[in-house]
């Protein structure tokens, strides 16, 4: 303090030279606790999904809280200054109320935890891929043709959200088959079984170990309905085993004599005979 007080410092070189101070320091906390939270981040994989969101609230925090106590410092009352921001804070709120609400829908969506980054998601309008990243305004999800899909958060907190990797990865493969009525049942759904199960042991992306069974359903016009369940070990994984398991059935029906009808419609024509002498 005494370098302030001299009289050989002009008053306002001395208060300069506080603010350049004071914003340095303001710097170097900032930096500081990125690191942090880069460290954090490497340490604990599950705070990647935190990490934008958090980084904002850092900087935004300190920076408000440094450039107030250079302020007051400085001898500048903050009280006035606290009080016009409450009033210029309900102003800006109203105008930014989208952005708000994106903001307090991203702090939702990562402390309720309804989805993390990593995860399979679709959403009620259709849009499905792997959450790519929370922000403070929007959610990036990279769907299966690796394009990226920008959601605001304040529609994913109030959407229906069908996430694939809650409670477990694993999910269950549904493939549906018909076979002609005169098919005998019994021999339909052995053979069925011994490939699905060479599907679950053999194919990539099925669950080792895992007994696969079918269900009979409905009797439709033209087949008996019946559903295999197969199990995958991530919702990407069934494309493949549906893909595999219909190719394989398909083969091993047509060499046990199965048949897989293919939908008959009968077509009466009625002719009209008019009466010519009427």
């Known amino acids: 303090m005494k370098f302030m007080d001299s009289t ?16 340095s320091v303001i710097w170097i906390t900032t930096r500081l606790l990125l690191s942090f939270i880069r460290k954090l981040k490497g340490r604990y994989p599950w705070f990647v999904q935190y990490e934008t969101l958090t980084r904002h609230i850092v900087r ?17 009352s903050i009280t006035p200054l606290i009080a016009s921001l409450g009033v210029g804070g309900i102003a800006i709120a109203l105008a930014l109320q989208d ?44 769907a299966l043709s690796n394009k990226t899909v920008v959601v605001p ?28 009525y005169n098919s005998d049942l019994e021999h339909v759904e052995r053979v069925t079984i011994e490939t699905a199960r060479e599907i679950q042991e053999n194919i990539q992306g099925a669950v080792k170990g895992f007994k696969p069974f079918i269900r009979y359903n409905t009797f ?4 008996i309905i019946f559903t295999t369940i197969l ?3 991530t919702f990407v994984d069934n494309y493949l085993i549906k893909h595999e398991f219909i190719k394989i059935l398909h083969r091993r029906y047509k060499k046990e004599g199965i048949e897989i009808p293919f939908p008959i419609r009968t077509v009466y024509v009625k002719n009209k005979i008019e009466d010519d002498e009427s």
């Open 153 to 180: 958060n304040s529609h994913m907190s109030s959407s229906r959200i069908i996430n694939y990797d809650l409670p477990d990865p694993e999910v269950a493969v549904l493939v549906n088959v018909g076979v002609h």
């Open 231 to 233: 199990r995958a070990r």
């Open 8 to 23: 050989f410092v002009p008053l306002w070189l001395g208060k300069i030279v506080f603010v350049v101070i004071g914003l």
């Open 220 to 223: 439709a016009d033209s087949s």
């Open 60 to 76: 935004i925090v300190i920076l408000a809280i440094g450039v107030l106590i250079i302020l007051d410092t400085l001898g500048v």
């Open 99 to 142: 952005t708000l609400s994106n903001f307090f829908s991203g702090v939702y969506l990562l402390v309720d935890k309804p989805i993390k980054v990593g995860d399979f998601v679709q959403l009620e309008s259709g849009e499905e891929g792997y959450i790519d990243q929370i922000g403070w305004r929007s959610t990036r999800i990279r």
